[in-house]
């Protein structure tokens, strides 16, 4: 199964598609080196580049189990953020959700709750997703925060899973169930 769009997930406030080649710019390729928003990301372990950010979005374009969507304003099409949703495990009806909003500006005015929250009613509905999770630093409150009003609950902690800003922190992995299946 290609992992594709026939049309963009739209909410109030926000159009999510697709990525091309031209979607990465200098803004974007700044947000991962962005030390408040790599901060509990892993890309912050190496440099990026529009070289390395259009492998990425090549290979995830390319990939069967995998989407991922660039977050856009409906008014007046900026581009936000992204959301990827993957690997998606057919057999098992089951995905993974991750996400950033890199324009700080817009951190704390709930895109991020509505992003995650259409991208699971697609993968739990049109998919056919059984569940949807998502994996996030226990210190990671935005994260914390947005997954939960999204319908998301916590379902594991791992201890001391990352290194991070001179510290352990816990891993939490949360997930949000679809209708059930036989
Ligand atoms: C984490 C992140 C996705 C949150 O995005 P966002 O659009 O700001 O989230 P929302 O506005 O939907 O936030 C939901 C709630 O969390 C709160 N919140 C957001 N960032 C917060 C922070 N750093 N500290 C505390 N609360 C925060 C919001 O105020 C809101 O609370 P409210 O409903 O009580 O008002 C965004 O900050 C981000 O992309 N950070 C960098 C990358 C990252 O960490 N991605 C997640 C990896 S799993």
């Not at 991962?32 to 990026?48: A, G």
């Not at 699971?120 to 947005?146: C, D, I």
Request: net charge positive; charged share 20%; glycine share 10%.
């Amino acid at each position: 199964m290609r992992m594709h769009l026939t049309k963009p997930l739209v909410t109030k406030r926000l159009v999510l598609r697709q990525l091309t080649l031209e979607d990465v710019s200098e803004k974007y390729v700044a947000w991962l080196n962005d030390p408040d928003v790599n901060r509990f990301l892993e890309s912050r372990f190496s440099k990026q580049t529009r070289q390395s950010v259009g492998r990425f979005v090549a290979t995830m374009n390319a990939s069967d189990v995998d989407l991922l969507l660039g977050i856009f304003l409906a008014e007046g099409a900026r581009h936000i953020g992204n959301i990827r949703l993957g690997p998606v495990d057919t057999a098992h009806k089951r995905g993974t959700i991750g996400l950033l909003i890199g324009d700080k500006q817009h951190w704390g005015m709930g895109y991020a709750t509505e992003a995650i929250n259409v991208v699971a009613e697609f993968a739990l509905g049109s998919l056919n997703l059984h569940k949807v999770q998502a994996g996030y630093y226990a210190g990671n409150a935005g994260s914390q925060k947005a997954f939960k009003k999204a319908g998301f609950h916590e379902e594991a902690r791992l201890s001391q899973q990352w290194f991070c800003d001179g510290v352990w922190q816990d891993g939490i992995l949360a997930c949000r169930m679809g209708a059930p299946h036989a």
